[in-house]
């Protein structure tokens, strides 16, 4: 699986973003999908997860509220809306992906449970 995120740039604080993450593969919808972002000088941290198919979600605490992450089985995308964005949101964002039918839980936070991972997309928040 080869995966492409998209869609990152400059925004002011309290603006929205949407990324893209296309992935190729006909098996697209038997996959978790997640994003993960790295600020300079941190460690890569998880945002949110989406399960394969029926749709459940799991987000961190720190945008909760804020972003949504959807995905079109059709188009083997995922997404991630962000707004009401913050400063500390800046970061190089990352798709990720791993195998697996079920709903998604505390074990998809972790990045060393996801097998495939695209190159990110820098978001930049401006005050």
């Known amino acids: 699986v080869q995966l492409q995120a998209s869609g990152g740039g400059l925004v002011q604080a309290g603006g929205s973003l949407r990324l893209s993450c296309v992935a190729s593969g006909r098996t697209f919808n038997n996959y978790v999908m997640g994003w993960f972002r790295q600020a300079p000088g941190k460690e890569r941290e998880f945002v949110a997860a989406i399960s394969s198919s029926r749709g459940t979600t799991y987000y961190a605490d720190s945008v909760k509220g804020r972003f949504t992450i959807s995905r079109d089985n059709a188009k083997n995308t995922v997404y991630l809306q962000m707004n009401s964005l913050k400063l500390e949101d800046t970061a190089v964002y990352y798709c990720?992906?791993?195998?697996?039918?079920?709903?998604?839980?505390?074990?998809?936070?972790?990045?060393?449970?996801?097998?495939?991972w695209g190159r990110g997309t820098q978001v930049t928040v401006s005050s």
């Open positions: 990720a992906a791993v195998p697996y039918y079920g709903s998604v839980n505390y074990y998809y936070t972790r990045e060393s449970n996801y097998l495939y």
